[in-house]
T-cell receptor, first 113, second 113 residues
Framework: DGGITQSPKYLFRKEGQNVTLSCEQN?????MYWYRQDPGQGLRLIYY???????QKGDIAEGYSVSREKKESFPLTVTSAQKNPTAFYLC????????????FGSGTRLTVV | AQSVTQPDIHITVSEGASLELRCNYS??????LFWYVQSPGQGLQLLLK??????LVQGIKGFEAEFKRSQSSFNLRKPSVHWSDAAEYFC???????????FGTGTRLKVLA
């Protein structure tokens, strides 16, 4: 079945470390997104990419970086510059040319210890 | 700027009772509107979407929503709630031609047996 795979499901990071969250999709979708979810704040857009080798900052990009070297993959790196990284991170994708609604992965919960 | 408001943070209903979750949006033109559901620790699943045409849209799991332009609302309804409907519900808006969605802060539904 087609879908979006996020890994790992749980991730623990020490302060000062960079960590990378994986997002892979086999839906042949062109656009991919990273959202951060905190209790009571809904989902906030971190970065998005509409084509390979191109991406744009969302509303809360500071302290994060991404790459889009392959259509199927859109990894997110949480750097040590992100002051409050503990959150639930969601990856989503959508095909080009149609606003049919995002398909979401099952998320990664990042905890700073 | 676009925005989405879900005025109810928590709602509790008895199993078998009807349900209405409120969503108001701010956008100058006709937006694309979505409702998603999220179980704890999981990603979001699309319930239904509105693009144009009939203002009453049917979705999965027996949900429906009505677009009311005069009230800038897109409320979600279900005639008879089941215990399995307990989850968090998010309303989202996207402008025509873009793939960036703005999410509300969510409404957590509790169902009493």
């Amino acid at each position: 079945d087609g879908g979006i795979t996020q890994s790992p499901k749980y991730l623990f990071r020490k302060e000062g470390q960079n960590v990378t969250l994986s997002c892979e999709q086999n839906l042949n979708h062109d656009a991919m997104y990273w959202y951060r979810q905190d209790p009571g704040q809904g989902l906030r857009l971190i970065y998005y990419s509409q084509i390979v080798n191109d991406f744009q900052k969302g509303d809360i990009a500071e302290g994060y970086s991404v790459s889009r070297e392959k259509k199927e993959s859109f990894p997110l790196t949480v750097t040590s510059a992100q002051k409050n990284p503990t959150a639930f991170y969601l990856c989503a994708s959508i095909p080009a040319g149609g606003n049919y609604g995002y398909t979401f992965g099952s998320g990664t919960r990042l905890t700073v210890v | 700027a676009q925005s989405v408001t879900q005025p109810d943070i928590h709602i509790t209903v008895s199993e078998g009772a009807s349900l209405e979750l409120r969503c108001n949006y701010s956008y100058g033109a006709t937006p694309y509107l979505f409702w998603y559901v999220q179980s704890p620790g999981q990603g979001l699943q699309l319930l239904l979407k509105y693009f144009s045409g009939d203002t009453l849209v049917q979705g999965i799991k027996g949900f429906e929503a009505e677009f009311k332009r005069s009230q800038s609302s897109f409320n979600l309804r279900k005639p008879s709630v089941h215990w399995s409907d307990a989850a968090e519900y998010f309303c989202a808006v996207a402008t025509s031609g873009t793939y960036k969605y703005i999410f509300g802060t969510g409404t957590r539904l509790k169902v009493l047996a």
